[in-house]
């Protein structure tokens, strides 16, 4: 039986542990902490085989030496081209990495940082897609432009975009209700996304994750996926205008978008 769990780490971080239940294999995403996922496996009795790794952030990544003294995993792969040094496995955009029955598509997104890729499954669990995207895709949002342009995270988007709405997009942190705050401010009169908040904020009372996200939804919904949405270009074209912002092409609209929340 395979499943996929988020161990919560540091204040809003998710490590997410892929695991099958019948060879006792774990497959770990982005270990910014060491403790919490040696305990999440000690107490199940998992091995640690591999681990992923989508960008350098020290959130991401700080929890990867100690992992490897403890339990010594077959890999540890991630992006060639990183200031992340720790990898034993380095992958380029377009390689494909297999564990167990899935083959993850690595796929270039910067913009949070330069090195960022994302970890696509085409086989399903649960009747849904894998994406791992680390701090590129949130509910509701996306990662802070810390490396690349605006134009780089709009392409990196684009091509998260294209996946099929049944893809669960396992991303690395809980920023929903923060996010839907900003996006409820920015699209007032958005009913789906008023009712998308009572849904995460009733979630979030009983101590539940808002993530996985749907990707359909995140489709309909999320401000940074809609720069071709005439809701959303008349909402940043009144800020753009307010700001002094161009809001003439797609990526320019996007990056008013995000202008938007980085002032918020
Ligand atoms: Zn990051």
Request: with cysteine; charged share 25%; net charge negative.
């Amino acid at each position: 039986m395979l499943t996929i769990t988020p161990i919560p780490a540091f204040t809003d971080n998710y490590i997410w542990c892929l695991e099958d239940r019948k060879t006792g294999k774990a497959l770990i995403v982005d270990p910014g902490q060491a403790e919490p996922v040696t305990e999440y496996l000690e107490e199940r009795g998992l091995t640690l085989d591999t681990i992923l790794v989508t960008h350098h952030h020290p959130d991401h990544t700080g929890g990867i030496d100690e992992l490897n003294r403890r339990h010594s995993p077959t890999r540890i792969t991630g992006p060639a081209e990183s200031p992340f040094k720790g990898l034993t496995n380095t992958v380029h955009p377009g390689d494909t990495v297999v564990w167990e029955a899935f083959e993850f598509a690595v796929m270039a997104v910067p913009g949070h940082t330069l090195d960022h890729i994302a970890f696509f499954s085409e086989t399903r669990l649960d009747d849904a897609e894998i994406l791992f995207c680390g701090d590129t895709l949130f509910v509701c949002g996306c990662g802070r432009l810390f490396e690349g342009t605006a134009a780089q995270m709009h392409q990196s988007l684009a091509s998260l975009r294209k996946l099929p709405d049944t893809t669960a997009v396992y991303c690395a942190h809980e920023y929903t209700l923060a996010n839907l705050k900003f996006a409820r401010s920015f699209l007032p009169d958005d009913t789906g996304l008023a009712d998308y908040e009572k849904t995460c904020q009733q979630l979030r009372e009983q101590g539940e994750a808002t993530v996985p996200a749907i990707l359909g939804k995140e489709k309909r919904l999320n401000p940074f996926l809609r720069w071709d949405d005439p809701e959303l270009i008349k909402a940043a074209k009144a800020y753009g205008a307010r700001q002094g912002l161009p809001t003439d092409n797609d990526t320019a609209v996007f990056a008013a978008v995000r202008h938007a929340k980085d002032h918020f």
